[in-house]
């Protein structure tokens, strides 16, 4: 007869169950659905001359989009890219300094580079990035992480 306390019989049976728990998951981890893509809006912010190329330029989101501040930077003729305005410290909006070339937050000091990653400050990482692109036409839409009302 094995001799086994009361404990270690609690400890032996937990580790036995975790075991099992875990090869279960793992023996079934191909059997998830596959991840969907995340729905992505459009907003129109401009015309693509309203955006110099070379660029950070502040843009508001059309009204059923909520109204929000974003940044749009004109790289090339066809080449756009977006930062939401929202600091990730605690959601002032921050604003472009063209002298330093990035973002400074007015409610706290973070500070941001052009492209939106966190420089110093108490931001907790960067600006969220935003899909843009130039349509044929020559207007911006840019990427909202919310979507319209109407």
């Known amino acids: 007869m094995i001799d086994m306390t009361r404990r270690k019989f609690l400890v032996t ?3 036995l169950g975790g075991s099992a728990a875990i090869t279960s998951l793992a023996a079934h981890a191909d059997d998830a ?3 969907t893509a995340p729905v992505v ?3 129109n912010v401009g015309m693509a001359k309203d955006f110099p190329v ?3 330029t502040r843009t508001v989101y059309p009204k059923e989009f909520g109204g929000a501040v974003a940044y749009v930077r004109r790289d090339s003729e066809k080449i756009v890219s977006g930062v939401s305005a929202k600091c990730t410290h605690r959601g002032c909006t921050v604003n472009y300094v063209a002298s330093d070339k990035g973002f400074r937050c007015p409610c706290h000091g973070a ?3 052009a492209a939106g990653e966190r420089l110093s400050g108490p931001a907790r ?3 969220p990035q935003l899909q843009a692109k130039i349509d044929d036409k020559g ?3 840019l990427q909202s992480l919310i979507p319209p009302t109407s």
Do not use: C, N, R
């Open 139 to 141: 207007i911006v839409w």
């Open 54 to 56: 070379g660029e950070v």
């Open 33 to 35: 659905p596959p991840a």
């Open 111 to 113: 500070t941001y580079s």
């Open 13 to 15: 049976l937990g580790v």
């Open 41 to 43: 809006y459009w907003a």
């Open 125 to 127: 990482g960067p600006l």
